[in-house]
């Protein structure tokens, strides 16, 4: 099935069947979603919610307090990913035109704000385009996209779709054409048509047993954790403050004929003998308190995959390569299910790089390209002393390439040029006894 004849079975033909499209409640529901979790992200909690009420006789505002741990908890997990550069391996002259395309372009600020978007939301959408002879890229947020499927859930054609002013834009990607209407004056109007040298928008998507065409978010797993540590410490501060103004109790007679003053703090008291006077209050069961919001924070990290140490909820001190790993174990666990999400997605881009690269003169065979690998180097800490002596015996006994030692230097982040800073120095010092680019490569 190709774009006319799903709008045919679908739309019968309407020509102006993108605005059926974006008004379909199924896509209302998930921009709905997209939106609400960006309130959540602002700062806009469920605690924020909680009503006032009457307490003693006035009206009492009580405590709402916001804990943006989803922020601190989304970017650790974008900077352990991405923190360091995605470096490319592989057949020489194409590793050079992918890094030079990534380098003017500056993909790798554009790969952390694809990361940010695909773990708040589940999904985002990239257009890759050529300008004044350059390939650049245009991130499409999830509250703008619109990705078309046919029966086999692959992807026909994709709606942008966005108000600026009052004016709604759309945008068609279709496989050979980029179309552009607005609604300028109350009614749908063509703008522009454009080739389209890239093809349809990269889709990076993460794994949902409910869809399979739609991602999960990050958030749907924590939202209901947070709002509860929120409701708990709020309630807990409410409970504090009211303490603090206890009641007096009198028991007995006063031998004073003036009634027992409110505002008793402060004064004397002249009892019948065997009369009491105390406050009275709650007892405040901390014990109780701490122990439930560690739970619930465990619980959290537990969720999230994010490593206790690096929420300051551990003490490290010396400790080695081995122990550092065992530490964040389950951060490089999730580190590696975001790489998937994130590598189709790479795949994907790299193929339209290609394609545009051939339309600029810069061609390679399939033998050549398939060589191209990417390696996502975590930001783990790590001792870089005993990483380097474990590489200098593996180098001493033969076991490892001059390439593969540089490839997992901490030292080192574009292995291809150090390999021809190594040949170039060489040369220049009559060395001839370490090998040579073109011999690694």
């Given at each position: 099935m190709?774009?006319?004849e799903?709008i045919?079975?679908?739309?019968?033909?309407?020509?102006?069947?993108?605005?059926?499209?974006?008004?379909e409640?199924s896509n209302?529901?998930?921009?709905?979603?997209?939106?609400?979790k960006?309130?959540?992200?602002?700062?806009n909690?469920?605690?924020?919610?909680?009503?006032?009420?009457?307490?003693?006789?006035v009206?009492?505002?009580?405590?709402r307090?916001?804990?943006?741990?989803?922020?601190?908890?989304?970017?650790?997990q974008?900077?352990?990913?991405l923190a360091?550069?995605?470096t490319?391996t592989?057949?020489?002259e194409?590793?050079?035109a992918?890094?030079n395309i990534?380098?003017?372009?500056?993909?790798?600020?554009l790969?952390?704000?694809l990361?940010?978007?695909?773990?708040?939301?589940?999904?985002?959408y990239?257009?890759?385009?050529?300008?004044?002879?350059?390939?650049?890229?245009?991130?499409?947020?999830?509250?703008?996209g619109?990705?078309?499927?046919?029966?086999?859930?692959?992807?026909?054609?994709?709606v942008?779709?966005?108000v600026?002013?009052?004016?709604?834009?759309?945008?068609i990607?279709?496989?050979d054409?980029?179309t552009?209407?607005?609604?300028?004056g109350?009614?749908?109007?063509?703008?522009?048509?454009?080739?389209?040298?890239?093809?349809l928008?990269?889709?990076y998507?993460?794994?949902?047993?409910m869809?399979?065409?739609?991602?999960?978010s990050?958030?749907?797993?924590?939202?209901?954790?947070l709002?509860?540590m929120?409701?708990?410490i709020s309630k807990?501060t409410d409970?504090?403050?009211?303490?603090?103004n206890?009641?007096?109790i009198?028991?007995?007679m006063?031998l004073?004929d003036?009634?027992?003053?409110?505002?008793?703090?402060?004064?004397?008291?002249?009892?019948?003998?065997?009369a009491?006077?105390?406050?009275?209050?709650?007892n405040?069961d901390?014990e109780?308190?701490n122990?439930l919001?560690?739970?619930?924070?465990?619980?959290?990290l537990d969720?999230?995959?994010?490593?206790?140490?690096?929420m300051?909820?551990?003490e490290v001190s010396?400790?080695?390569?081995t122990?550092?790993?065992?530490?964040?174990y389950?951060g490089?666990v999730?580190?590696k299910?975001?790489?998937?999400y994130?590598r189709?997605?790479?795949?994907?881009?790299?193929?339209?790089?290609?394609?545009l690269?051939?339309?600029?003169?810069k061609?390679?065979t399939?033998?050549?390209?398939?060589?191209?690998?990417?390696?996502f180097q975590?930001?783990l800490?790590?001792?870089?002393?005993?990483?380097?002596?474990?590489?200098?015996?593996?180098?001493d006994?033969?076991?490892?390439?001059?390439?593969?030692l540089?490839?997992?230097?901490?030292?080192?982040?574009d292995t291809s040029?150090?390999?021809?800073?190594l040949?170039?120095?060489?040369?220049?010092?009559g060395?001839?006894?370490?090998?040579?680019?073109?011999e690694?490569?």
């Amino acid at each position: 099935m190709n774009l006319q004849e799903y709008i045919k079975a679908k739309y019968n033909n309407e020509p102006h069947w993108f605005v059926a499209l974006v008004n379909e409640p199924s896509n209302q529901m998930r921009i709905n979603d997209v939106f609400a979790k960006k309130e959540y992200l602002n700062g806009n909690h469920a605690i924020l919610n909680t009503p006032s009420y009457e307490y003693k006789g006035v009206i009492y505002n009580p405590r709402r307090i916001v804990l943006q741990y989803a922020n601190t908890l989304l970017d650790f997990q974008k900077a352990f990913l991405l923190a360091n550069p995605v470096t490319y391996t592989g057949n020489e002259e194409v590793v050079k035109a992918i890094n030079n395309i990534n380098r003017k372009g500056k993909f790798d600020r554009l790969n952390i704000k694809l990361m940010d978007k695909l773990l708040k939301f589940g999904e985002v959408y990239e257009y890759i385009y050529i300008q004044d002879d350059k390939i650049k890229s245009k991130i499409i947020d999830t509250s703008e996209g619109y990705p078309i499927y046919d029966q086999n859930n692959e992807q026909l054609a994709f709606v942008q779709h966005y108000v600026n002013d009052g004016i709604g834009y759309y945008i068609i990607y279709d496989k050979d054409t980029v179309t552009e209407y607005n609604d300028e004056g109350g009614e749908i109007r063509f703008v522009a048509s454009y080739p389209n040298l890239s093809g349809l928008p990269v889709l990076y998507r993460t794994d949902n047993d409910m869809s399979e065409t739609q991602g999960e978010s990050e958030l749907d797993s924590w939202i209901h954790k947070l709002d509860e540590m929120e409701n708990l410490i709020s309630k807990f501060t409410d409970t504090v403050y009211k303490n603090m103004n206890p009641l007096p109790i009198a028991i007995g007679m006063d031998l004073k004929d003036e009634p027992l003053q409110s505002n008793i703090v402060g004064q004397g008291l002249r009892l019948e003998d065997g009369a009491e006077f105390r406050f009275a209050s709650i007892n405040l069961d901390v014990e109780a308190f701490n122990t439930l919001y560690e739970k619930l924070l465990s619980s959290l990290l537990d969720i999230s995959s994010t490593p206790a140490v690096s929420m300051n909820r551990a003490e490290v001190s010396n400790i080695s390569e081995t122990s550092i790993k065992i530490l964040f174990y389950l951060g490089d666990v999730k580190a590696k299910m975001n790489e998937v999400y994130m590598r189709d997605g790479f795949e994907e881009r790299l193929n339209k790089f290609r394609k545009l690269l051939a339309l600029q003169g810069k061609t390679f065979t399939d033998d050549d390209f398939e060589t191209l690998n990417m390696t996502f180097q975590y930001n783990l800490p790590s001792n870089d002393t005993e990483i380097i002596n474990n590489l200098k015996t593996l180098n001493d006994i033969g076991g490892m390439s001059l390439e593969s030692l540089l490839e997992k230097s901490p030292y080192t982040n574009d292995t291809s040029m150090e390999l021809q800073r190594l040949s170039k120095s060489n040369v220049n010092t009559g060395v001839s006894d370490v090998v040579t680019v073109n011999e690694v490569v």
